[in-house]
């Protein structure tokens, strides 16, 4: 199997990284949380299985200020608001002819990464598989989803090798409207679950909960029709709803951000969606009011 370098430490990082080492592909990690690179340099990248033992698979760790190896496959799972240095940082790592796949929230990581890698060096990815962060390099899997994939010529070796990972993998000509389609979810349903500090399923059992989603997703639906990007599915409401229930034990990524006391990705979602909103002339005053309240809960600034 071709190796592969993952670019963070969080739940996703992990997660894929077990996955794939359990089956057979080299995995390196690379990333600045220390408390995450001491347990994958000691453990592994752990999973928790159902029966309650664990996963535990040796991965190659590496911190960003350290030499960096040479790949030509390479997943970005940082937080949105890390791409820039991570772009930088693939700037020295990736190979000539290498590839960079992002499967990260939010709007805005491919010109960042093309910026610094080339867009011939660049494909777009998404994924809705649910992760929770148990502990540094411990993950809980929370809900299982296709990762789908913008076609590209290089991609063949990484389509593999998530296949033999187990992923069900499903590939694309364009990946912007899947990208919108997953902001449309995850507009509807991060900020509420990191407000309320609830898992997913908690929101379909709450009524206001439930409504407000219908209320992001609605607003974030119309600026992507606003912009002429055609959603992957027909109603946004019922998908973000489809998403909760299969998720319904996660913790989403920003309620993990928010319990930990770290930045989150509301500026890539919520802010992104106000900001494209107001060049398209389309209201968007529950994804700002969202966007305010949990900057104001986290250290973004």
């Known amino acids: 199997m071709e190796p ?15 996955r794939l080492g359990a089956a ?25 299985l159902p029966d309650g033992s664990q996963l535990a698979v040796p991965v190659d760790v590496f911190a960003w200020e350290e030499p960096c190896i040479s790949a030509r496959l390479a997943l970005v799972l940082v937080k949105s608001w890390k791409t820039a240095v991570a772009a930088s940082r693939l700037a020295g790592c990736l190979s000539p002819d290498g590839l960079a796949v992002s499967l990260q929230n939010g709007l ?11 867009a011939e060096r660049v494909a777009l990815g998404v994924t809705t598989s649910g992760a929770t962060l148990a502990g540094p390099g411990l993950v809980h899997p929370g809900g299982e989803g296709p990762v789908w994939l913008e076609a590209h010529p290089r991609l063949g070796p990484l ?12 590939q694309v000509a364009n990946a912007d409207s899947l990208v919108w389609g997953k902001l449309v979810v995850s507009a509807a349903i991060n900020p509420l679950t990191a407000l309320l500090r609830i898992p997913n399923g908690e929101l379909l059992r709450r009524p206001g909960a439930r409504r407000r989603m219908a209320e992001l997703a609605g607003e974030a639906a119309a600026v ?10 027909d109603d946004p409401t019922r998908a973000a709803e489809e998403v909760a229930a299969r998720t319904a034990e996660n913790f989403s990524s920003m309620l993990q951000d928010v319990l930990r006391g770290a930045p989150t990705e509301i500026d890539a979602i919520c ?26 809960l986290s250290q973004t600034t």
Do not use: K
Not at 6 to 16: H, M, N, S, Y
Not at 159 to 170: C, P, Y
């Open 159 to 170: 389509a593999a090798a998530l296949q033999a990972a187990g992923f069900e993998v499903r």
């Open 4 to 18: 592969i370098l993952i670019l963070g430490t969080g739940a996703l990082a992990v997660l894929f990284a077990a």
């Open 24 to 48: 057979g592909t080299p995995v390196t990690l690379l990333g600045s949380w220390p408390e995450g690179l001491a347990a994958l340099r000691q453990d592994g990248a752990r999973l928790r």
């Open 108 to 118: 805005g990581n491919r010109e960042q990464l093309e910026g610094a890698l080339g």
């Open 271 to 296: 802010g992104e969606i106000v900001r494209l909103g107001e060049q398209a002339g389309v209201p968007t005053p529950a994804n700002r009011q969202a966007w305010e309240q949990v900057r104001a």
């Open 224 to 233: 992507a029709s606003a912009l002429g990007i055609r959603l992957p599915y």
